[in-house]
């Protein structure tokens, strides 16, 4: 689908209902913790060539959606799912959603743990071994792993239960314990002994290596695998400079940015098309 589609789609959403131009103003944006880096980095080329300011706020998507909703100011809302921009756009408060990215989850495991994508089933069900994963419902990187724990069940009866029951919900949640400034919190959890396998993004395979080389990705097998659809959306009411914002990270420069950091970038053109 083109890039001007899009533009279409958004502009007649938050854009429209747009009633002053606060071309001063920094563009507030709101974006998935799992978006951090690389939309960091998309804001940053954005203010470059624009001169127009960003604020961003990360976090889990349920978590922001839930504070959008009771009232925080809120102009671009890039979520890890495309179920919470959906649930704000049924409510009136924001424009349609456009799907602008695509992640995978993947299987970390701390040193001195080993799997494959054969046998990682049967080490998640290891109850020697402690399984990590994000919070459902605040963050659906727990809604992604737990939709891997139903998969689970046409391999192996009974083990959606055990899986849902032994899951440690680490991060992602309103208590979650950060990890410690500038340290990915799913290598943090793992290098500290608090799991010893967790299910998380493959995007973050990057940050970890780096933080935390010991630390080994496993690709969940084809009957396990789940993939991540992000949704972005601009709110009613925005400045124009939101939907400029909007339209940069749909682009094909913010595409690039999304690429680099491992998304799948579904605006980016085809090789040869």
Known sequence: MRYSFFAGLLLMGGLAASSAVRAQEPVLLHAAGSLRAAL???TQ????????????????????????????????????????????????????????????????????????????????????????????RADPSGDYAFQVFAQAEAVKPGARAALEAKALQLTGGPGSAPAPDGLNVYGHNLASGAADIFLAYCTNAAPIAKEQPGIRLVRLPPELA????????????????????????????????????????????????
């Open 45 to 136: 080329a954005f203010t470059a060539q624009s001169g127009l300011a960003v604020k961003p706020a990360f976090g889990a998507s349920g978590l922001l959606r839930e504070r959008i909703a009771k009232g925080e100011a809120a102009e671009v809302f890039a979520s890890a799912d495309l179920g919470n921009p959906r649930a704000l756009a049924k409510e009136g408060r924001s424009g349609p959603v456009v799907l602008f990215a695509r992640n995978e989850l993947c299987a970390f495991l701390r040193p001195g743990v080993t799997a494959t994508p054969e046998t990682l089933l049967e080490r998640m069900l290891d109850t020697g071994l402690k399984l990590g994963t994000s919070t459902p």
């Open 226 to 273: 789940v993939g991540a659809e992000y949704g972005l959306t601009v709110m009613n009411g925005a400045s124009p400079n939101a939907g400029r914002l909007a339209m940069f990270i749909l682009a094909q420069e913010g595409q690039a940015i999304l690429a680099r950091h491992g998304f799948a970038a579904p605006t980016l053109p085809r090789e040869g098309g």
């Open 40 to 42: 960091t980095e998309v």
